[in-house]
């Protein structure tokens, strides 16, 4: 029979359990507000999404996840938006450790800087740009595919993942076929980037849409 942890152990359960609250409700929630921020200032993309969806069954995952534009519209948000803008830190062990010809001190914290990884423009030609299309037919936009982990790698990595991506197709799905929505009369969109703070994960500034239903003939 196993032991019950003792108090030395506390410390660790309790961030555990911390970990797994925020890593299963705040990323996902906020990468759904990054991609209608993005999509409300770039209204094109809607439309687009919305013909994909003419011909498909929204309550479907497998259909949501074939389609292109869908998902190069949610990878896109996250590149630009990543949940962990820090993506986590590391210390180095006793006898340091060499990357890429560097040299890395013992006992040094390393930071995986998601947020600025992911616009680098020798990772992605125009980085800082919205442009969906290079995950799909404009490949030549990606330079380093593996700059974009929105999900973390490694054994480490994001283990409800696909939930994740599940939960936004059909969010989004569900929206954009009975919605039409823009910014709020006033906005500009600033707001969610330049509010945005990062404590663990990303909280984003407020971003004001409105909607309308849809009238079907």
Not at 94 to 109: A, R
Request: aromatic fraction near 8%; hydrophobic fraction near 40%; glycine fraction near 6%.
């Amino acid at each position: 029979m196993e032991k019950t942890p003792g108090a030395e152990h506390s410390p660790w359960l309790r961030g555990d359990s911390l970990l797994a609250i925020l890593a299963g409700s705040e990323p996902t929630a906020q990468a759904l507000v990054a991609i209608f921020h993005e999509l409300a200032m770039h209204p094109s993309h809607i439309y687009k999404i919305r013909s994909e969806l003419q011909d498909v069954s929204i309550t479907d995952n497998k259909d949501l996840a074939e389609l292109p534009h869908l998902n190069a519209v949610i990878n896109e948000a996250m590149r630009l938006h990543p949940s962990l803008i820090t993506g986590g830190t590391r210390k180095t062990t006793d006898s340091g450790v060499t990357i890429n010809n560097i040299f890395i001190p013992p006992h040094t914290t390393v930071v995986t800087p998601l947020y600025t990884i992911s616009k680098r423009e020798d990772c992605f030609v125009k980085g800082t740009e919205f442009i969906p299309e290079r995950w799909t037919s404009l490949p030549q936009l990606v330079r380093n595919a593996a700059a974009h982990v929105p999900f973390s790698i490694g054994r480490y990595n994001c283990i409800g993942q696909h939930l994740a991506m599940r939960i936004m197709r059909y969010t989004l799905a569900r929206v954009i076929e009975k919605y039409d929505f823009h910014l709020a009369p006033g906005e500009d969109g600033h707001d969610m980037e330049a509010d945005k703070v990062d404590l663990f994960t990303s909280f984003p500034g407020k971003v004001p849409l409105c909607f309308q239903l849809i009238k079907r003939g």
